[in-house]
Nanobody, 128 residues
Framework: QVQLVESGGGLVQAGGSLRLSCAAS????????MGWFRQALGKEREFVAA????????DYADSVKGRFTISRDNAKNTVYLQMNSLKPEDTAVYYC?????????????????????WGKGTLVSVSS
């Protein structure tokens, strides 16, 4: 089992940047694929980005490609989401998620209920 705690959300102007962090507890963190998802008001939760358990590959939603970067530091049991050129459309609660031995690509297509570990979320609000 792994526990996930997100941080780094907040208020930012359009065009600005934020870095989200997801701190994980658990002795097998390095074997988990990690992903970021978001849910905007009135919308369903959607995939944003994911990174494989090895850190060797990553996947992104088309809406954030070129603007967001996911990375991980297994020594710190932490995954990051660097968010640049933020748009009002990026406003949402961002959730960190984990799946043992998952691939980055799989995290973006499998049903969300197949991903067993989720954080509580951190709010990102982008104003125009």
């Amino acid at each position: 089992q792994v526990q996930l705690v997100e941080s780094g959300g907040g208020l930012v102007q359009a065009g600005g940047s934020l870095r989200l962090s997801c701190a994980a507890s658990g002795r097998t963190f390095s074997s988990y694929a990690m992903g970021w998802f978001r849910q905007a008001l009135g919308k369903e939760r959607e995939f944003v980005a994911a990174i494989s358990w090895t850190g060797g590959s990553a996947d992104y939603a088309d809406s954030v490609k070129g603007r967001f970067t996911i990375s991980r530091d297994n020594a710190k049991n932490t995954v990051y989401l660097q968010m640049n050129s933020l748009k009002p459309e990026d406003t949402a609660v961002y959730y960190c998620a984990a799946k043992v031995r998952g691939t980055a690509q799989a995290m973006g297509v499998i049903p969300h209920n197949a991903i067993p570990h989720w954080g509580k979320g951190t709010l990102v609000s982008v104003s125009s």
